[in-house]
């Protein structure tokens, strides 16, 4: 298996077939599981081996045919699978980090891992540096000789801004950090953060891997070590699983992630190609057109530029409302990597919370539109910006 390309690996790998053969994974929609006499029961508890399950906040069949699954697309010995990005997020995060642990972040990130660094681990007696992720001299001098980690988004939600990830990975390590990515934008399929340096990778399984907007789901891939010996105690004890259903559901996402994000891309580069320089805009943002402010770093490290594109029109929300308005295939709506394009306002949205300095700070204008390209005919959905920019 370990040859096999990723396409092949997204369609076969961690497959478990029951006595029965099915040819789709079965879903064990089970929270417990009965052992054979009493000395089964206590061995088990003792150390369970493989295929040998518990209870489902532990570990089932199908969510362990996602975890082996996604480990062999991603590249690592293992992964945990979880009830959400966030609770994938914070178990990689909680799960390592004690009192008194330095951390250092990039700024630009989604709402609610902001949260966590800033909030729940600076309660906790985590000290959390924050920088400009994309100023390797502003890593240079955060990560200090007891860093234990590092944590950015590769691709930053929702400017799309762009982390050198083998350049803070190499920064980190020197100095023994521990490298933690948020994957999301750049997905299983375009981004190689282990190749470039990430020890552990999470994804929000709810954006791409599902891709057609049904589940919430996340997960965790590292070592053996890190995902067995680490996390996992973490977050089996403290209640982050994964339904079963929805692993099945991932899995399946899993099967067509490819050809989903390499149309969804390919229609997001024609969108904001044909945007570009449009008079009712101040700015197009995606990572694989030239003007990118990280363009080089993001042609290095992903192979298509993503499935997001931010717009930022001229006039601000008041516009920027009238652009949303307008659109009729683009759907108002805050989730991303889905099969429909959805757009959404940032600033009085996902980061309303912020102050106005914190968004100034982050990028995040009045104009900002972010939006997820679908699986749609791409003339029809160039069609539709470009009429919701006519009304502008
Ligand atoms: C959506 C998202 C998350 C959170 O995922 P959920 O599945 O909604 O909990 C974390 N990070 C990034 C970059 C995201 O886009």
Known sequence: MTDWSPRTKAVHAGTRRSQYGEVSEAIFMTQGFVYDTAEQAEARFIESGEDEYIYARYGNPTVR??????AALEGTQDAFATASGMAAVNGALSSMLAAGDHVVSSRALFGSCLYILEDVLARYGVKVTFVDGTDLDAW???????TKAV?????????LEVIDLKAVAEIAHA?????????V???PVFGHAVRDGADVVVYSATKHIDGQGRCLGGVICGTKEFVRKVAEPYLKHTGGALSPFNAWVMLKGLETVHLRCAAQAETALTVARALEGHPK????AYPHLPSHPQYAAAKRQMDQGGTVIALDIKGGKEEAFRFLNALKIVTISNNLGDSKSLVTHPATTTHQRL????????????GLVRMSIGLEDTNDVLADIKGALDMI
């Not at 045919?65 to 996604?70: K, N, T």
């Not at 102050?355 to 009045?366: A, E, H, V």
């Open 355 to 366: 102050s106005d300095n914190q968004r100034k700070s982050l990028g995040i204008s009045d």
């Open 281 to 284: 805009l101040v700015n197009v």
């Open 175 to 183: 100095k023994g950090a521990s490298v933690i990515v948020d994957n």
């Open 151 to 159: 944590f950015l988004e590769t691709v930053a939600n929702p400017t």
């Open 140 to 146: 240079r001098d955060a990560v200090r000789d007891d």
């Open 185 to 187: 934008f750049a997905t």
């Open 65 to 70: 045919m996602f975890e082996d699954r996604i």
